[in-house]
């Protein structure tokens, strides 16, 4: 026996972008054998993360995933969703609205900037740093500075130990910016860990006294140019069992017809103030337009070139969500567009 320490974590009512919080519960168990199954649901006062009013503020942390935490001996985080006092979702419980299917797999894609004194990390005091061009995927002190690659490559560790299927890092066209990839078989895998991940990236923050920045167009503009700077997005990979084995052009058509026609609601949960970030440039569709394309980055979505080549089978990239939308109740909508579509 031993004295494990558990990190309820939960997102909060906040709007349009819930924020992450959480409370440790030390509990008695065997961090060799302990489970998701031995954590308790839990509870918290909504009324302080706008979740519930005062009166009668208590909401329900339903344990949905454990992930060991290394930065704590004996350490746990358990991700959990938030239930009202009578057992059903919260609201704000997108996880809640998502399709079960254990045979559809999403990669999203993460990006963000590291700010600090109310400016990305790198940045000059009231002004700018060399223009974009050599940030992507650079190394070296001018491109990506001192402090960023530290922190990438702990919150890498982190993951890891965590047991989230972290894919891989880039550093990004924006100075300061940067991304990572979280990918997972299930409906709500790699949301959980998109989740998990976000929170891990939190804690390096404060750690080295640097915030994460997640809205999609940190930078309006340098000089003259209002559009010299990236936004950062959160691309949604997807696939289901039935585009990778069956497939088709004819089936692909559907869907994309269904894609187009249901563009605002997708829109809608694709994260807030993306009418800044999807102007049709910068490698962006225009927000109040739909289209494809086969390699196509300036498409809504893209295609890639696999997918033809294997009789329109495999998975589509969806370009639209940006890095502050919430990866559950993006994987739900994507869900039920594809739901709306008959595979016969
Ligand atoms: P790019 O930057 O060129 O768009 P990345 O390598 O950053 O590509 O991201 C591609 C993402 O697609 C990864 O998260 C990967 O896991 C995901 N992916 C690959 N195959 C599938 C699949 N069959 N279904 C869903 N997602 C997939
Ligand atoms: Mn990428
Ligand atoms: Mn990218
Ligand atoms: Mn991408």
């Known amino acids: 026996m031993a004295k494990l320490k558990l990190e309820y974590i939960w997102l909060d009512g906040y709007k349009p972008v819930a924020n992450i919080r959480g409370k440790t519960l030390i509990a008695d168990g065997d961090p060799e054998t302990f489970a998701l199954e031995d954590c308790k649901d839990w509870c918290f006062d909504g009324s302080s993360t706008k979740q519930a009013e005062g009166s009668s503020s208590d909401c329900v942390l339903k344990p949905v995933g454990l992930y060991p935490d290394s930065s704590r001996i004996n350490g746990f985080i358990v991700l959990c969703a938030v239930l009202l006092p009578d057992g059903t979702p919260h609201p704000s419980n997108y996880r809640a609205t998502i399709l079960d299917d254990s045979d559809t797999w999403f990669g999203f894609e993460q990006e963000y900037f590291f700010y600090q004194d109310g400016r990305p990390l790198g940045f000059p005091e009231g002004g700018y740093p060399a223009p974009q061009g050599t940030y992507y995927t650079g190394v070296g002190y001018k491109n990506v500075g001192d402090i960023a690659r530290t922190i990438v490559e702990e919150h890498l560790d982190a993951c890891i130990d965590a047991g989230v299927n972290h894919e891989g890092i880039n550093a990004e066209v924006a100075k300061g910016q940067w ?49 010299d700077w990236n936004g950062s997005g959160m691309h949604c990979n ?48 225009s927000i109040d337009q739909f289209s494809w394309g086969i390699a196509d980055r300036g498409a809504s979505i893209r295609v890639p070139h696999s997918f033809p080549k294997n009789d329109w089978k495999g998975y589509l990239e969806d370009r639209r969500p940006n890095s502050a939308g919430d990866p559950y109740a993006i994987a739900s909508r994507v869900l039920q567009t594809i739901a709306s579509v008959p595979t016969s």
């Open 238 to 285: 997807f696939s289901t069992e039935f585009m990778r084995e069956t497939g088709g052009k004819e089936y692909f058509d559907k869907l994309m017809e269904a894609f187009s026609k249901y563009r605002e609601e997708h829109i809608a949960v694709y994260g807030p103030d993306n009418h800044l970030r999807l102007t049709g440039l910068h490698e962006t569709q």
């Open 179 to 227: 991304e990572f990839q979280i990918f997972g078989k299930g409906s709500k895998k790699a949301a959980d860990e998109m989740w998990v991940a976000r929170y891990l990236l939190e804690r390096m923050g404060e750690k080295y006294g640097v915030d994460i920045e997640y809205h999609c167009k940190p930078i309006l503009g340098a000089y003259d140019d209002p559009l």
